[in-house]
């Protein structure tokens, strides 16, 4: 394995995954919103669902794009639309909050994303969708197997992803700690809500 390439990858990977997406936004959001302890499932689904994507890059996710490039438009629309739902339950858990100060009402409206909503996310996330096909097509001749290109790969981003998702993840839990959650609880509800609404609309005209 050429070690030139394998620091080039390492190098990409943190870069990639530790600059500003949908991902690390909604992983500080929801830190300052619900704590590091309940955004785990939401960052183990991102993890878990880009070294799906990023495997399935290696093993020819750009060709199937490029016959079928309709099925991205249709996977963004759909992603788009349950962002747009998702947005509505912040605004009403910010809007209930404020009117009636119902802690319990708010916690049914407003939750962290569950595992599984994480992990399908990334599949309408163009940041995530780009940055694999990239790595998949740059870093080719860092193994002479497919599998095992997708192992040093899949491996790199996923410590790269733990360890940068984690850092926003536990900024945003820094800040829940700095506020009083009874006064801020309804502005970081709008602000998460306002958010997503920004990352549907960067998904449909990316």
């Known amino acids: 394995m050429d070690t030139a390439l394998l620091v080039s990858l390492i190098g990409f990977a943190f870069i990639s995954t530790g600059t500003p997406g949908p991902n690390n936004l909604l992983l500080m959001s929801s830190g300052a919103l619900f704590g590091w302890r309940r955004t785990m499932p939401h960052l183990s689904g991102v993890l878990l669902g880009f070294a799906v994507i990023n495997t399935s890059a290696v093993f020819g996710l750009g060709t199937v794009v490029d ?103 536990i900024a945003g839990d820094a800040l829940n700690r700095s506020m009083t959650t009874s006064r801020a609880a309804p502005f970081v509800n709008a602000a998460m809500g306002m958010l997503i609404v920004v990352t549907s609309l960067y998904i449909l005209i990316d």
């Open 67 to 169: 016959q079928w490039p309709w099925l991205l438009t249709l996977v963004r629309i759909g992603g788009a639309s349950w962002l747009a739902w998702l947005s509505v339950r912040f605004f009403r858990a910010a809007f209930a909050h404020s009117s009636d100060g119902d802690k319990t009402e708010t916690a049914l409206i407003s939750r962290p994303f569950r595992f599984m909503e994480a992990v399908f996310f990334q599949w309408i996330n163009p940041k995530v969708i780009v940055t694999t096909l990239s790595a998949a097509g740059a870093y080719i001749a860092i193994a002479g197997l497919a599998w095992q290109r997708a192992i040093i790969i899949v491996s790199v981003f996923l410590v790269a992803g733990l360890i940068t998702c984690s850092a926003w993840m």
